[in-house]
C-alpha cells in the first residue's frame, strides 16, 4: 500500500507550490496599489495646480510620496526622488488644495527596523502561514490514512486489546481444531508458569493456514479477544511499502514494541507477500528488499526465546510459496489448518451469522447448509446477509426459507436478470439442455440428487442451471463417481443433439468441468488404466485455484490427452444413451420446465417416476 507515500510526495509539493505563490506576490504587488513615478519638476507643477492633498517625505529624506485629487474627485498615489536643496515646506504652505485646504504635509517617523518590518511582513508571515497551514493538512492527511509519514521504519502496527477486537471463540463457528490448537496458546499466556514447570517450550509461533474466506483473521482476532493481552496485528504488504530498505526496520520495530509489550501477541496477516520462497525469486531484481524484510523477520524470530510470552501469529492461503526457513522448529512450527467448513461446521456458521437477523420460525439451516458444499464461512455470511437484504426489498422485517434459498443462488449463479429476453426458441433449447443434466444424473446411481432446475437467466450470465445437492458432505470420490460426474455435464450438450439434431454453446461450462475432471482422473488421481497410479501433474496453491503443472514427458502429455478425450467421448455416448431410452420422459420434462421456468426436486422425480400414460 502507498498510504505513508502519499502525504510524503504531497508536502513536496505544497511547500514548492507556495513558494512559488510566495515570489509571485512579491513581485505583483507593488504593480497593484498602481504607484505612479513622477519627475520633481512635474511634482511642483501638481503642487502649482492645487491637485496635491498630501505630501509625506521618507525618514531618510530621498523619497517623497503624494496624493492628488482631480476634479472628479479621483485619488491617485504618486512617487519622486527628493531635491535637497529646495526648501519643499515652504513651497507647501505657500499653496492650497483646489478645494481651498492647506496641503498635509509631514515627513515619516524614523524607524531602524523599517527594512526588516518589511521584510517580516512580506515575506516571514506568509511563509508561517503557510507553514502552520501544510502541518495542518498533514495531520489530517495522517489521522485519514492512519499512518504516520514522519516516523520512517516504525512499523504501524495497530495495537489491539480486548475491547477493541470484539471477538471471541464464540464468533467463530465449526473448526473446532483450529480453535483448540489456538486455545492451548491462549492458556499459555495466561498461565506460563504452568507450562515451565513442567519444562515445556511454547512454540514461538503458529501458522494459519487454508483457503481464503475461512476465518483466518477472524480466528487471530479472537485469540487476541481471549487472551486479554496486547495485540499487534500488520498485514505482510504493510511492510513493503514506502522506500526500499524500511521493511526490515518495520520488522524490527515491530518485535521491539512487541517485546516491550510481552505477554503479547504479534499477528502477520498475508504472510505470503514477505515470506515467498527465497529461490524463487525469478523475476528481474526488485527483490531484494522483500528478502531483506524476510531475513530481518527471521532474524528477529531467533532472537527472543518463547518464555518471554511474545507469540507470533500468521496467516496465508499459499503456504507452498513460504520460505522453508520460515517453517522450521523453532518458527513457525505449529501449522494449524483452517479448512473449508463440512456440513456441521457450515450450519454452525450460518447459525452464528443468522443471530443478527430475525428468522421465520421454520426456517431450516440444515437445508440451506445442505445445498452450500464447497463454500466458505466468508461466503456463508455472505449468503445471510443477501437473505436479509432480500427481505428488506419484500418490506418483510423476517428472513424466510425462500430469502435463504434465493441468496444461496444469489452466491452460486448470481442475480436474477428479470430483464432478459430470450427468445422461446432459445427457451427451448435451455429447457432441454438443463432436463439433460437433470435426467441424466437422476437416472445414474452414485450422483447426488437433483433439488431445483431453472431456466431463468442469471447475472453470471448462465441462461439456466440444475442444482444437485448431495446428501452429505463426500471426502472420498470413487472412479464411478467421477464417471457419472462427467456424463451429467456431457448430458445438456446431448440433449440439444438428441432433440435439435445440432448444438449451441451453451455447454462451453460443462466442457470446461467435464474437462478439468477428467484430466485430474489421469494425472492425479490415477484413475486411468493407462497410467494407473503414476503421478503426473503437480498441484501448488491448492487453495487458491490449483495451479497445475505436468511432470513428464512431452510424449506422455500427448498420451494424457488421448485419454481425457477418451473418457470424455464414452461419457458422451454414456449420456446419449440414457437420455435416448427416457425421450418421452425428456419431452414431458422439458415441456413441464418450459412453463413453469422453475421446478423443484420432488416435481421432477415425480414425473420421472410416473407410469407412462396406457
Ligand atoms: P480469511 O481466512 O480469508 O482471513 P476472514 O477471517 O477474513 O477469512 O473471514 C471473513 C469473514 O467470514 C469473517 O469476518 C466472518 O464474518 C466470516 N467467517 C469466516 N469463517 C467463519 C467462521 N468459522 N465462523 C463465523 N464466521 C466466519
Ligand atoms: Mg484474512
Ligand atoms: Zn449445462
Partial sequence: MQQTKGPQKSFVIFIALGL???????????????????????FLQMVESGQVTEVQQSADGTEIAFLTK??????????????????????????????????????????????????????????????????????????????????????????????????????????????????????FLHSPDKYRSVGAVMPKGALLVGPPGTGKTLLAKAVAGE???????????EFVEMFVGMGAARVRDLFKQASEKAPCIVFIDEIDTIGKSRDRAGSMGGNDEREQTLNQLLTEMDGFDGSKGVIILAATNRPDTLDKALLRPGRFDRRIPVELPDLAGREAILKVHAKKIMLDENVDLTAIARATSGTSGAE???IINEAALR????????????????????IIAGYQR???????????????????????????????????????????GALGYTMQVPEEDTNLLSKEEALNKIATYTAGRAAEELVFGSFTSGASNDIEQATRLA????????????????????????????????????????????????????AHKKA????????????????FLLERETITGEEFMQILNEEPAA
Fill in 576 to 591: 446419449l444413451g440414457i437420455l435416448t431410452e427416457n425421450q418421452d420422459k425428456l419431452h414431458r420434462l422439458a415441456a
Fill in 418 to 460: 428479470k430483464g432478459k429476453v430470450i427468445s422461446p426458441k432459445e427457451k427451448r433449447i435451455v429447457a432441454y439442455h438443463e432436463i439433460g443434466h437433470a435426467l441424466v444424473a437422476a437416472k445414474q446411481t452414485e450422483s447426488a440428487p437433483v433439488t431445483k432446475i431453472t431456466i431463468v437467466p442469471r447475472t453470471s
Fill in 380 to 382: 456463508l455470511a455472505n
Fill in 20 to 42: 512559488f505563490f510566495l515570489i509571485m506576490l512579491n513581485a505583483l504587488l507593488p504593480s497593484l496599489s498602481r504607484t505612479q513615478k513622477v519627475p520633481y519638476s512635474e
Fill in 70 to 187: 482631480d476634479q472628479n474627485g479621483k485619488t491617485s498615489y504618486y512617487l519622486t526622488a527628493a531635491m535637497t536643496e529646495t526648501d519643499l515646506a515652504a513651497v507647501l504652505q505657500q499653496h492650497k488644495t483646489a478645494e481651498d485646504k492647506p496641503i498635509v504635509f509631514g515627513r515619516e517617523l524614523p524607524s531602524k527596523n523599517r527594512s526588516l518590518m518589511m521584510f517580516v511582513i512580506s515575506w516571514m508571515l506568509p511563509l508561517l502561514l503557510l507553514l502552520g497551514l501544510g502541518i495542518l493538512l498533514m495531520r489530517m492527511m495522517q489521522k485519514k490514512m492512519g499512518g504516520n509519514a514522519m516516523s520512517f521504519g516504525k512499523s504501524n502496527a495497530k495495537i489491539y486489546v480486548q475491547a477493541q477486537t470484539g471477538k471471541t471463540f464464540a464468533d467463530v463457528a465449526g473448526q473446532d481444531e483450529a480453535k483448540e490448537a489456538l486455545t492451548e496458546i491462549v492458556d
Fill in 519 to 570: 484430466r485430474s482422473m489421469v494425472t492425479r488421481l490415477g484413475m486411468s488404466s493407462e497410467f494407473d497410479m503414476m503421478a503426473l501433474e503437480t498441484v501448488s496453491n491448492q487453495y487458491l485455484g490449483g495451479d497445475a503443472s505436468l511432470t513428464c514427458s512431452t510424449e506422455t502429455a500427448a498420451h494424457i490427452d488421448a485419454e481425457v478425450l477418451s473418457i470424455i467421448k464414452t
Fill in 391 to 410: 427481505a428488506v426489498k419484500c418490506n418483510r422485517r423476517i428472513v424466510n426459507q425462500t430469502d435463504l434459498q434465493e441468496a444461496v443462488e444469489v
Fill in 227 to 237: 487472551a486479554g493481552v496486547p495485540f499487534f496485528s500488520i498485514a505482510g504488504s
